[in-house]
């Protein structure tokens, strides 16, 4: 309380010397008036304020960045990359890892009994794929291939010689598949397709380009000749030093011999039908030209 008084008796002191309030006293609040001064360049030199006299330095019509004075401009003087040359319009297969697959399946999230395509990574939402950036499916890489150990029949988009080795060395199928964009855009969000009830595209096949990759028994190729898969399986096997191992299993055996049609993107759905899901019904095309264009 002391202290208190202290300050009041300081207080009262300090108007006992300030002047009675008079007009020539009175003053506005700090802020009252927003005080107008000149923001232009080198405000306060002059009547021109540091600009000059005419030109594009006075009526701010600057050039844009890059200009060069009119001479042939550096990104156009310098020839571009050709590496670079239509990079918008090339493929893209976004990486997925074999460790990566292994963790799905230890989480339960990928069923060993069905095959693994681009419909079952799309569904576990663990991997995106976007036909808005040019992604055209799985580059399956070899991250994990040591301990990888699930027998799978597994389809991707790419897949190197160590990944193929990795996956029959466990006793697994793996295919490499193209899907074009329809396709593509229809898979990665399939429930999304499903209720526009639009029919289910008809896979094309690959481009000129990529035609050779998918023809290959090496790479596993969907339109590769099976009897050439076979002696390149057996050729993998002896070059890194694993025996193929049988299967005895009936319904194993079945499920690692499941393929698709070439011209087919889901496992038990024909290119062409339609799925209703309000009445919970599929629709066949009974056209003969409907059936004509669908068909294989």
């Known amino acids: 309380?002391?202290?208190?008084?202290?300050?009041?008796?300081?207080?009262?002191?300090?108007?006992?010397?300030?002047?009675?309030?008079?007009?020539?006293?009175?003053?506005?609040?700090?802020?009252?008036?927003?005080?107008?001064?000149?923001?232009?360049?080198?405000?306060?030199?002059g009547k021109t304020h540091g600009r000059g006299h005419k030109g594009m330095g006075q009526r701010m019509t600057l050039p844009p960045l890059g200009y060069e004075g009119?001479?042939?401009?550096?990104?156009?003087?310098?020839?571009?990359?050709?590496?670079?040359?239509?990079?918008?319009?090339?493929?893209?297969?976004?990486?997925?890892?074999?460790?990566?697959?292994?963790?799905?399946?230890?989480?339960?999230?990928?069923?060993?009994n069905e095959p693994i395509d681009l419909l079952t990574f799309c569904n576990?939402?663990?991997?995106?794929?976007?036909?808005?950036?040019?992604?055209?499916g799985v580059n399956l890489t070899e991250e994990g291939a040591d301990t990888f150990q699930a027998q799978i029949n597994i389809e991707v988009q790419h897949a190197s010689e160590e990944v193929i080795a990795a996956v029959?060395?466990?006793?697994?199928?793996?295919?490499?598949?193209?899907?074009?964009?329809e396709c593509v855009k229809a898979m990665s969000n399939v429930l999304k397709f499903l209720k526009t009830s639009t029919p289910i595209p008809k896979c094309k096949l690959p481009p000129q380009d990529a035609f050779e990759y998918y023809s290959n028994a090496k790479n596993r190729g969907y339109l590769a000749d099976p009897e050439e898969i076979v002696k390149a399986r057996t050729e993998l096997a002896q070059k890194y030093g694993y025996e193929l191992p049988e299967i005895s299993d009936k319904s194993q055996k079945e499920l690692l011999l499941r393929r698709k049609d070439p011209r087919q993107i889901f496992y038990g759905l024909e290119p062409?039908?339609?799925?209703?899901?309000?009445?919970?019904?599929?629709?066949?095309?009974?056209?003969?030209e409907h059936q004509e264009y669908y068909a294989s």
């Open 1 to 45: 309380m002391a202290q208190a008084g202290k300050f009041a008796d300081k207080a009262l002191q300090l108007l006992r010397t300030y002047p009675r309030v008079a007009l020539n006293n009175l003053k506005d609040m700090p802020g009252a008036y927003k005080k107008n001064f000149n923001k232009r360049r080198n405000a306060g030199k």
């Open 70 to 112: 009119g001479q042939i401009p550096f990104h156009i003087r310098i020839p571009c990359e050709p590496y670079y040359k239509d990079h918008e319009f090339k493929r893209q297969y976004p990486p997925f890892s074999l460790l990566q697959v292994q963790r799905l399946i230890d989480m339960g999230l990928v069923d060993l």
């Open 272 to 288: 062409g039908w339609v799925i209703n899901m309000k009445d919970q019904c599929v629709l066949k095309p009974l056209a003969e």
């Open 168 to 181: 029959e060395r466990n006793g697994g199928v793996i295919t490499t598949r193209y899907y074009d964009p």
């Open 124 to 136: 576990t939402a663990h991997y995106d794929c976007s036909i808005e950036d040019n992604h055209y």
